[in-house]
């Protein structure tokens, strides 16, 4: 990806950790759903590469489902209003939901997400988030498994985009101010 390296302010995360940390979320999954039916439900389109690499990381059976929801319409504040674009396929009722994302930036898609997935009479509703910034603790919002907290900053990489840009990059990134400004 040399092309796209000038972009890039520094390396957040290598593609090496977030493979680490998934292995170490993937056990705890396994003993805490052990006997359990377990589906995963992804959010298009940022949880693409989390979904790839923590379901292949399982070692055990699994259904995979996914959802698009839009957070903030056109403006750039969110409004906390949530759309489904798409919504799931399966029937939840009795199910052990696992919600897979890549980041809980200011937590409102997710503590949505989790309360509507809850409504549809799921078993249980857990969500499962690769990075998480600390905005989302001014927001309730029950994480059971996250991978890194991180700071501030404007990230992208492992399915994270800037204007639909660098989601195909295999480790985590923090985007050069000239690339906004
Ligand atoms: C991003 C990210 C999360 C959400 C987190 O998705 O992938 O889904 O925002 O934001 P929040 O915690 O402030 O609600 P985005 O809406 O950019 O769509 P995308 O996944 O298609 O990039
Ligand atoms: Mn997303
Ligand atoms: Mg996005």
Same mark, same amino acid.
């Given at each position: 990806?040399?092309?796209?390296?000038?972009?890039?302010?520094?390396?957040?995360?290598?593609? /090496?950790?977030?493979?680490? @940390?998934?292995? %170490?979320?993937?056990?705890?999954?396994? !003993?805490?759903?052990? &006997?359990? /039916?377990?589906?995963l439900? &992804? +959010?298009?389109r940022?949880?693409?590469?989390?979904?790839?690499?923590?379901?292949?990381?399982?070692?055990?059976?699994?259904?995979? !489902?996914?959802?698009? *929801?839009?957070?903030?319409?056109?403006?750039?504040?969110?409004?906390?209003? *949530?759309r489904?674009? @798409? !919504?799931l396929?399966?029937? #939840?009722?009795?199910?052990?939901?696992?919600? +897979? %994302?890549?980041?809980?930036?200011?937590g #409102?898609?997710?503590?949505?997400?989790?309360?509507?997935? %809850?409504?549809?009479g799921?078993?249980?509703?857990e969500? =499962?988030?690769?990075?998480? @910034?600390?905005? $989302?603790?001014? +927001?309730? +919002?029950?994480?059971?498994? =996250?991978?890194?907290?991180?700071?501030? %900053?404007?990230?992208?990489?492992?399915?994270?985009?800037?204007?639909?840009?660098?989601?195909?990059?295999?480790?985590?990134?923090?985007? $050069?101010p000239?690339?906004?400004n």
């Amino acid at each position: 990806f040399t092309h796209v390296e000038g972009d890039l302010a520094k390396t957040l995360i290598t593609e /090496d950790e977030l493979h680490a @940390k998934l292995e %170490e979320l993937a056990r705890q999954i396994e !003993d805490d759903y052990e &006997g359990l /039916d377990l589906l995963l439900v &992804g +959010v298009l389109r940022g949880a693409v590469m989390v979904m790839a690499d923590l379901s292949r990381t399982l070692n055990r059976h699994i259904e995979m !489902d996914w959802m698009a *929801v839009s957070s903030y319409g056109s403006g750039t504040v969110s409004s906390g209003v *949530v759309r489904i674009l @798409k !919504d799931l396929d399966s029937d #939840l009722t009795g199910r052990n939901v696992l919600i +897979v %994302e890549d980041i809980i930036d200011s937590g #409102l898609t997710l503590s949505w997400l989790k309360a509507n997935l %809850e409504s549809r009479g799921a078993a249980s509703v857990e969500i =499962c988030t690769m990075l998480r @910034k600390p905005d $989302a603790l001014k +927001v309730q +919002v029950d994480v059971k498994y =996250c991978g890194f907290d991180i700071p501030n %900053e404007f990230v992208i990489g492992y399915g994270l985009d800037y204007a639909e840009q660098y989601r195909n990059l295999r480790g985590i990134a923090v985007l $050069a101010p000239h690339v906004y400004n």
